[in-house]
């Protein structure tokens, strides 16, 4: 498996490569983590710096193009997935497997293209909604994954079950336990980051968005939906 994952590091290293050659300056760039990089594609170098603006319509065209390139990143996976055994094994097919792989990168960065074209959305705006989008629902599906607000529950009932001096002692726990399940709740991070309006209009579709976080997330790691 070592072998197909050095693989996969290479052809969507030279990915890259004829992507910037083939788009110019919007084309290729480094990503800022796992999901941002599936659900935003290569950052642009030239992207403008400053305040962004998500609104409703943007992030709605966004749900949209994330669920197609749901599609297109499962089928990419499984293919890259099916090379393993011939990439252990080390056979004389292994390269033209490598080149096989590099051509589904290559459907993948057209199939990118024309869902952002049906969405209407730009490269660059693709990128920054999924700024503001991983950020925001990264975080809430942390909270639930930790399940603090249930913890909480649990600690503030066996405190109120407690002597008096006990419950003191227990006190300093329960508020550091409360100021976790409000840091995942209100995002003060991300509201700071990207302002109160974009992350009030990225919860707003909070569902959707983190089906497809999850569905992400089980696509790059080639899991069969």
Known sequence: MRKLLGCLAVVLALSACRKDAAEGPEGGGGDRETVARLEGGEAGEDAASGPYTV????????????????????????????????????????????????????????????????????????????EVVTAVISQRQMGRTLQYEEELKKLEALQSRMPEEQQKELAP??????????????????????????VDVVLSREADLTKNYQDMLKAFAGVRR
């Open 55 to 130: 609104t409703k319509a943007k992030l709605d065209a966004y749900v949209g193009y994330q669920r197609k390139m749901l599609e297109v990143y499962g089928s990419l996976m499984r293919g890259l997935q099916d090379m393993g055994p011939l990439m252990d094994a080390g056979t004389p097919q292994a390269l033209e497997k490598a080149k096989s792989g590099l051509k589904l990168i290559e459907r993948k960065a057209q199939a990118e293209a024309d869902a952002r074209q049906a969405a209407g959305l730009s490269t660059e705006e693709v990128n920054r909604i999924a």
């Open 173 to 198: 726990q329960v508020e550091s336990m409360r100021r976790q399940v409000e840091t995942f709740q209100k995002l003060p991070e991300a509201r700071r980051e990207f302002g109160d309006a974009n």
